[in-house]
């Protein structure tokens, strides 16, 4: 798969996303995780370009960065699509205490709310009407299994959206054995299976262009 073009086209504050910036008609695929997760490192590989800025402090993603991606190739053929990818702020720790805490959390919840395409959409039966049409994908450091900060994202994510897939980064830096481990502790915890990522070593990127392309185009395995 190739990646035809990559556009910043916001970066959302607390009071939401700009009216008509999130186009009904496209995906959205929303990247949510604790501070220092690695969410900006994994959109730079993903895209293979720096477009999120990253750093080792933690909380430095203060806004929500919405990207208008169009990319070539995937699952359902060769075709071109364009999908939104968004980098949300992390949560768990800000620099400036809990105001700044509050301030990040805001962000987060004005993004869910103004994004119709990944929130539970039912009939008058009560049933679904409508697959979503995008994710939301939860990062989860490998090396920091069934932290209560990440179950209580899932949570938070899961009443306000469509519940996330888990995504479990930074394996490269787990041996083995402390990766086997782990990943079936996450899965225990989360209750699916994760995909595990090294935005450093490029393993699954290739998986998770899968899932987003799948989505975004509506294709059946």
Known sequence: MKIVNVELVTSASKDGPRKGVLRDDLSQFAFAGRSNVGKSSLLNALLGQKVARTSAAAGKTRLASIYRVTAEGGPGGSGAWTTFLVDLPGYGYARGGEESVQELAAVVDAYFAASQRLRPRFDSTGGPAQKPRGAVFL??????????????????????????????????????????????????????????????????????WRVMAKLARDVED
């Open 139 to 208: 990062l989860v450091d490998s090396r920091h299994p069934g932290l209560a900060a990440d179950v209580d994202a899932h949570r938070r994510i899961s009443t306000m959206a469509i519940p996330p897939h888990i995504v479990v980064t930074k394996v490269d830096k787990l041996s083995q054995s402390e990766r086997t481990r782990n990943l079936r502790e996450i899965e225990r915890v989360f209750g699916q299976p994760p995909l595990a990522v090294s935005a450093a070593r490029g393993e699954g990127l290739h998986e998770l």
